[in-house]
């Protein structure tokens, strides 16, 4: 038998893709070959900066209500009654955001 017949036999080919022989010796447990990891890498970096900006525009928003109600609260004697704008303004739902665990556009 010769080297590269033997080679052929041996060589695990990604589960991924099927066309790449996986990355990594033969202690390495991930099936992946290569392109198929960078591809992966890259698109969980970027899927994780997209769930950041999520949750810091819903913190945002929950803030600004926040902030809002306790402005409002503060001017309890006038005549738009402060407390009730403030309940208001705490129900109102806030811009549609999608939620963190939502896929990207």
Request: charge should be positive; proline fraction near 8%.
């Amino acid at each position: 038998m010769f080297y590269h017949e033997r080679m052929a036999e041996t060589a695990k080919m990604c589960t991924k893709c099927k066309k790449n022989p996986k990355a990594g010796g033969a202690d390495d447990t991930n099936p992946w070959c290569q392109p198929c990891r960078t591809a992966y890498q890259r698109e969980r970096s970027e899927t994780l900066e997209w769930r950041a900006e999520r949750r810091g525009i819903i913190r945002g928003i929950q803030a600004m209500r926040e902030a809002v109600s306790t402005y409002f609260s503060q001017w309890n004697s006038r005549p738009f009654m402060g407390n009730e704008i403030a309940a208001t303004v705490l129900e109102l739902p806030g811009p549609a955001v999608a939620p963190e665990d939502a896929k990207r556009p």
